[in-house]
């Protein structure tokens, strides 16, 4: 099986370029057409010799995955389906267009929701990914894919880390991805146009905090401990106070930013109770809280709050002096919306291999 290039450093290679018997400078190259010519074939390097080329082309591979379906919303919402290396196993990416009016007419800003694990372990009750379990990591490549393979790639203004999987839990290739995308020899992205969510995996936490410069935000749901272990088992592991604890040694004054998802489950996170305590654990840090609406999923007595609950539980958070949005809920009609993503399409079946 041939070596995979996309999601090398530049200094990876360089010394692949060296090896080759090729220039050190062709490393440089190499990083240009992959990252930032995006071509997938080395005969397209056409500043490379012809035996360069071939010399690379016998042992490596670009190694882009392009999707094998994609689906449209109502709202503009995308959705596609990328296979991985698992047989018979396909990760999702949702790419979220904002318009400039309410015309749609300019397209202002286009977001892709990557995945970063082929499923998940953390079992969280709220999750049609969850409930899938865990099939396998996902490389820097087949993570990277995800941001150049679409049809919009060109046009992507921010990308979040929210799709299918923990994204700590796979940190050796979801950091390397994160270089590319922010380097100037990768994609040259700022990290301000990057957000890595987590549900909080305390001993991994440190590194993506001191490593890199993107936003964070953490996967809250429930201020009150036991009530959080009941919807989300890490807690038991690793609990939330912790992870505030640890987030408060860090500045979110400037340009970092940290934000937290509360997902709005009726008669279960819904009450003043809980946005009081809610309001109490975040005290005194900068940050956002979005609330999400509940997407139903099969088989679970959990439903979402209602709008009256969700305005109220907003107004009191916001009282408390704590910056709180509703998330819009977009491309719900292909289950590409929030806690939806199955690897599955349309709860279609697989598609062959
Ligand atoms: Fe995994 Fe995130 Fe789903 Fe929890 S919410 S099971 S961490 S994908």
Known sequence: MKEVLLGKTASELQ??????????????????????????????????????????????????????EAFTSRDGTRKYLFPTRVPGKYIETVMIPQYEDASEGGLARATACVSSQIGCKMGCRFCMTGRGGFHGQLSAAEILSQLLGIDEAEQLTNAVF?????????WSEVSRALTVITADWGLGWSPKRVTLSTIGVLPVLPHFLDESHCHLAV??????????AALMPVQKGWPLQEVIRLLRKYDFTGQRRVSFEY????????????????????RGIPCRINLIRFHAIPDSPLRTSSPETIAAFQARLQRAGITTTLRASRGEDIL??????????LRKPDPEP
């Open 162 to 170: 929210m799709g299918m999987g923990e994204p700590l839990d796979n």
């Open 336 to 345: 590409a919306a929030c806690g939806l993503l199955a690897g599955k399409g």
């Open 219 to 228: 996967s809250l749901h429930n201020p009150f401990p036991e009530e959080r």
């Open 15 to 68: 010394e692949i370029a060296l090896q080759a018997g090729l220039p050190a400078y062709a490393g440089k190259q190499l990083a240009q057409w992959i990252y930032q010519k995006r071509v997938t074939d080395f005969e397209a390097m056409t500043n490379l010799s012809k035996a360069a080329r071939a010399a690379l082309s016998a042992r490596y591979e670009v190694g882009r995955t392009a999707p094998v």
């Open 263 to 282: 997902t709005m489950f009726a008669g279960v996170n819904d009450s003043a109770r809980h946005a009081d305590a809610l309001a109490r654990l975040l």
